[in-house]
Each structure stands twice: as structure tokens, then as C-alpha cells.
């Protein structure tokens, strides 16, 4: 059966994880992958998720697969030895000398995406550098991917969900560009996310754009010359605050004859275009994991090392649910995978370049709910199953709260029974401490949030 590899930028999204039927956890060794801005894992914390990974029979995967001079290969070949000795079951890499070195040390290496991997050939010649498994370019449709994993030497692997990337297989100038932060280098800010506008000016002659264009994505309107109208939209501005960046080049443009005919302003902030243009919706494939399962691929990873305990967990759950119940012939897509997918965060979905190219363009989180931090947990009582919490919120009766801690995972549940000094209560204001009912055991500390349905519309 096919392979479910989860993310994990930290312990609480580890045990959600393999809490939730992860068959592989992939995390990402500090300062040598593509998640430098979030929690990552020493050399020390390797060693303790591993001891972890191997209570649940599950295996861990160690990415380092940023863009890699010398002196970080370097650097990196002294700790290969321990993460030889830890046991770590692959190392994710996108360099291939990188990948040759693993192999002789006699870790597996699996090449990143980052390589673009679309074809069998270079499929072959990563097999003579040893690496054992290749996670396929994004931009493959499913066809393709089904002919690419019939003949592969070794292993393939591909996305099922999260986060799209708007660069080919994640390589990207973009961050670097705007405020020196080297995407493929694991220090992406991300400012595709964010809401642009777009202007140009060109001849009017010019057949770049089509106005009438029935297949564009966006309906291009020209304006009127008048500067007043235009000033404010010459340049790719981006409309949220950033402070890094203050101007856009605009030296090619000749502000002097903005009123000159042979010039036409083609403005894409109508009212039927989007703003957030060069940001993809995020990939669910849920409903097709059969098509995906008929490719032969080896593996199905979900993207979020960046992204919170919670959605760690519930992806990790409806997957491993779809998965499972094709392998015990009993698969109907059941509408409560999606719904329970759409709680965590997301950017809305697609189906990425599986059965098309991506067409919709995603805003910002389109969760139902936002996490609101309540309480911690003071001291649990397993006999009773009862947790006691102290709260900086309020709470009442019916209530949906995630609870989350290195050992616990997350944890989600409504809140059917309170208890304060021993009497029952609907309704708890904040400063005081409140006994609940807790169907899972949780620790001492662990963080306790409460999910606030949001305003979507």
C-alpha cells in the first residue's frame, strides 16, 4: 500500500502525526532546508524524534534540501555521521553531489522536489548517485505521472496536499528579489501571498495582452491617460504594508508622455479581476486518491512543515481514513473529509496540475475557524478522564477546543461537561480554573485553544 508521509516542524506536530496513522514523518534539520523561518530540528532533537518515530513503527525522513555551496556540504558532512548513527531513514535533498554523499555514508537519500524531477532518464541517473527515491516535479499531470512511475528504477513520490507554489517546483527569486531572503534557501517571506496590483504600459499596437481574450484569467480594461488616474498604478505595488520595500523600478517608463496616443495602460484591478494573483489555492486531492494510488506511485506526502499542530493532525487523519478504506475496498468519498479540511488552514483548493494548470487564485486563510489561546492544562486526573485548566478566557458548554503539547499532539473536541469545586457548570469566566471531560489523555502544559468560527463571506 501506498506510503503517507506527513510534515512536522516541531515535537506537537510530530506526535499529531504519528498519533493520526502517519506511515513517515518528514522534518527539517535547522539551517539546511526550505523551512528556515520556522521551528526546526537540532542535530539533538533528531536523535530524540527518532527514538519517537520507532515507538509508532514509523519512519522519519531529514530534509536539507536548500541550495548547497561548498561550505555547507561541508559543514553537513560532519553531522552525516550521526544521523547515520540515529538511524534517520532518508535524508530529502536537492543537490545531487549531496545525494552522493549520503549514499557512500549509507543514508538514503530522496531528491527533493526543488530538482523538477519530469522524466524517466533522470530518473536512471539518480539511481547511479544512489538516490532511492524521487519526488516528482509538481507540474506533472496525472497520466504523466502514471507512464514516469511504471518505468521508474526507484522510488517515486508525490504531493497530495497543502500549499501550491506560484515558481516552478518551489524556485523562486521572488523573496530574494524584494527583500533578500533566498527562497531556495529556505528563507521565503512569501510575498506571493499578498495582494497586488498590476500595471503595465506598452504600445498600443502591442498583442501582448487581448483585451477580448476569452481564455485569460483576467479581463484587461485600458483607463484613461489622465496621470491623476494612473500615478498611483504604475509600478507592481503590493497593497499590504511592506516596509522592505519601498519602490519598484520604474525607469523604463517615461512619465513625461503618459498622454502621448502611441501608449496604452492596460489596468488588471477591474472589478471582475483578482488581486491575488500569484498566489495558487492550495492542492486537496482527497476525493481522487484512487486515480493517485492506479499511478503506482510509492508515496503521498502532504505539505505544512510550516503549518500548525492541528492541521498536522487532521490532514494526516482524513488521508490515512481514504487510504485505508481503498485498501479495505470500501472507498466512497465522504463529504466529512472535505469539511474537516476545510477547518485547518487553508487557501481554498484545487486540484493543482494534476488534470489542468491551476486556475484559481487564492486570497487568504480559508479556514472556518481561528484559534483563540484560552487556558493550559494544570493537572490531569486519567482515572476519570478529567482535565483541570486555567483560563485567561472564557468557556461554556459546547464549545470546540484543541488542546496541543510535545507529548499530547492535538487534540480536538467539543466541550460537553464542566465541573467548578465539584458542581456543574455551563458557563466558566476567565481566572478561574475548570474541571472538563476529556475523551484523550493530556499533559500538564499543554497549550488549549478554542476554534471561533469565522466570517468567510
Known amino acids: 500500500m501506498v506510503e503517507l508521509l506527513s510534515p512536522a516542524g516541531n515535537f506537537i506536530s510530530l506526535r499529531a502525526a504519528l498519533e493520526n496513522g502517519a506511515d513517515s514523518i518528514y522534518i527539517g534539520l535547522a539551517d539546511n532546508n526550505m523551512r528556515a523561518n520556522v521551528s526546526n530540528f537540532s542535530l539533538k532533537d533528531v536523535e530524540e524524534a527518532m527514538e519517537l518515530v520507532k515507538e509508532y513503527s514509523s519512519k522519519l525522513y531529514l530534509c536539507t534540501n536548500t541550495i548547497m555551496k561548498d561550505e555547507d556540504i561541508k559543514k553537513l558532512e560532519f553531522d552525516?555521521?550521526?544521523?547515520?548513527?540515529?538511524?534517520?531513514?532518508?535524508?530529502?535533498?536537492?543537490?545531487?553531489g549531496l545525494a552522493q554523499i549520503a549514499s557512500e555514508v549509507g543514508i538514503d537519500p530522496h531528491m527533493s522536489v526543488q530538482e523538477n524531477i519530469s522524466n524517466t532518464y533522470a530518473l536512471k541517473t539518480l539511481k547511479k548517485l544512489g538516490v532511492t527515491r524521487a519526488i516528482l516535479s509538481r507540474e506533472l499531470n496525472i497520466w504523466e505521472i502514471q507512464d514516469i512511475a511504471k518505468k521508474s528504477p526507484i522510488e517515486t513520490e508525490i504531493f497530495i496536499h497543502g500549499a501550491m507554489c506560484m515558481a516552478i517546483s518551489g524556485r523562486c527569486f521572488l523573496s530574494y528579489g524584494l527583500y533578500g531572503k533566498s527562497a531556495n534557501c529556505g528563507e521565503c517571506l512569501q510575498p506571493c501571498r499578498k495582494d497586488w496590483r498590476l500595471s503595465i504600459a506598452q504600445d498600443k499596437d502591442s498583442d501582448f495582452f487581448y483585451e477580448n481574450d476569452n481564455d485569460s484569467s483576467f479581463i484587461l480594461k485600458t483607463f484613461s491617460d489622465n496621470i491623476n488616474n494612473i500615478n498611483d498604478d504604475l509600478n507592481l505595488n503590493d497593497v499590504n504594508d511592506v516596509n522592505d520595500v519601498n519602490d519598484v523600478n520604474d525607469d523604463n517608463i517615461d512619465t513625461n508622455n503618459l498622454n502621448d496616443d502611441s501608449l496604452g495602460f492596460y489596468n488588471l484591478n477591474t472589478p471582475n479581476s483578482k488581486t491575488s494573483f500569484i498566489s495558487p489555492n492550495d492542492m486537496a486531492m482527497v476525493e481522487y486518491i484512487p486515480q493517485l494510488i492506479f499511478t503506482g506511485v510509492d508515496a503521498f506526502k502532504i505539505e505544512g512543515r510550516a503549518r500548525g499542530p492541528d492541521y498536522v493532525a487532521t490532514t494526516t487523519r482524513v488521508y490515512r481514513e481514504a487510504i485505508d478504506s481503498i485498501e479495505n475496498k470500501t472507498f466512497i468519498f465522504k463529504d466529512s473529509w472535505m469539511e474537516d479540511l476545510?477547518?485547518?488552514?487553508?487557501?481554498?483548493?484545487?486540484?493543482?496540475?494534476?488534470?489542468?494548470?491551476?486556475?484559481?487564485?487564492?486570497?487568504?486563510?480559508?479556514?472556518?475557524?481561528?484559534?483563540?489561546?484560552?487556558?493550559?492544562?494544570v493537572n490531569y486526573y486519567s482515572k476519570i478522564g478529567v482535565a483541570e485548566l486555567q483560563l485567561w478566557d472564557d468557556l461554556k458548554i459546547g464549545d470546540e477546543i484543541l488542546i496541543q503539547g510535545k507529548t499530547t499532539g492535538s487534540i480536538t473536541q467539543k466541550v460537553e461537561s464542566?465541573?467548578?469545586n465539584g458542581e456543574f457548570v455551563e458557563y466558566c469566566k476567565k481566572g478561574n480554573n475548570v474541571a472538563i471531560a476529556i475523551e484523550n489523555k493530556v499533559r500538564e502544559n499543554d497549550f488549549v485553544y478554542k476554534l471561533i468560527e469565522r466570517d468567510l463571506n
Do not use: H, W
Open 80 to 96: 552525516l555521521e550521526l544521523i547515520k548513527e540515529y538511524e534517520v531513514d532518508a535524508l530529502i535533498v536537492s543537490d545531487i
Open 342 to 377: 476545510k477547518k485547518v488552514f487553508n487557501r481554498g483548493f484545487d486540484t493543482g496540475f494534476y488534470f489542468d494548470i491551476p486556475y484559481e487564485i487564492s486570497t487568504k486563510n480559508q479556514s472556518k475557524y481561528v484559534k483563540r489561546d484560552i487556558a493550559k492544562v
Open 418 to 420: 464542566m465541573e467548578i
